[in-house]
């Protein structure tokens, strides 16, 4: 495999067209890439792009040497899971907002809704099993957090896409989820982390980091 996840000239609008940015860069198998700048740089609309939730005006991606319009848009949101900063959580309890993705329209086949590996990341994520029949819009933030990355580690997406990870973590909840993904992005080959962050030190908790950076 040539190209992971290399994207080049890839061009989108802040809001309106003269705020245009445009961008090149690579992520590697096994690396976290950090995307840097000032605050309304562009760092979140970047991630919506990648994840073809917000257009793109021009550029491309190509994912494993393949053109991102070659990828249906269920098939590349398979691969590729988007986690925004604030939380989304649907009406319903906590189970049905893990379940929520498998019933999209598209989703691969091959991923099924597996309880035993529900349990195994609510442990690792220290959340009680009573969170599946919580109302999950009673979710305190970092609950509700924890779940979404849950929600987003179950489709089995081969890069994930974290928009502030921690920014509603306690200290020792913000150590468990890095490491974590720390230990995820390594665990299987074929796999990587888009990562925006303002903190500095959650940066240090990963081993192999790149870094990109939009203007002011
Ligand atoms: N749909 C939109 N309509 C108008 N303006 C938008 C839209 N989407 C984004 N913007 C503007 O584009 C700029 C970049 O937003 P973005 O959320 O990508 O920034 P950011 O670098 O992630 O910022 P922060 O670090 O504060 O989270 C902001 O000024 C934002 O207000």
């Not at 257009?55 to 393949?66: L, V």
């Not at 995820?184 to 982390?193: A, D, L």
Request: charged fraction near 25%; charge should be neutral; include cysteine.
């Amino acid at each position: 495999m040539q190209d992971f996840f290399r994207f080049t000239e890839l061009t989108y609008y802040l809001g309106s067209r003269e705020r245009e940015i445009r961008i090149s860069g690579e992520l590697k198998p096994g690396y976290v890439l950090v995307v840097k700048g000032p605050s309304g740089s562009g760092k979140s609309t970047l991630l919506k792009v990648m994840a073809r939730l917000v257009k793109a005006q021009g550029g491309e991606i190509i994912y494993r040497d393949k053109n991102w319009y070659a990828y249906s848009p269920y098939a590349w949101r398979t691969c590729i899971q988007y986690v925004p900063q604030k939380p989304v959580m649907f009406r319903g309890n906590g189970r049905e907002n893990l379940y929520k993705p498998f019933l999209l329209k598209g989703i691969r086949e091959d991923r099924i809704f597996n309880e035993e590996k529900v349990r195994e990341y609510l442990d690792i994520f220290s959340l009680p099993p009573q969170i599946l029949e919580q109302e999950a819009i009673t979710l305190s933030g970092g609950e509700a957090a924890r779940l979404s990355f849950i929600r987003a580690l179950l489709i089995e997406p081969s890069i994930i896409l974290l928009d502030e990870p921690t920014a509603y973590l306690d200290q020792e909840n913000r150590i468990k989820v890095l490491r974590f993904f720390s230990r995820w992005v390594k665990e299987e080959p074929g796999r990587g982390i888009v990562l925006i962050s303002h903190q500095e030190n959650d940066i240090e908790e990963f081993s192999d980091t790149s870094f990109i950076s939009l203007g002011g």
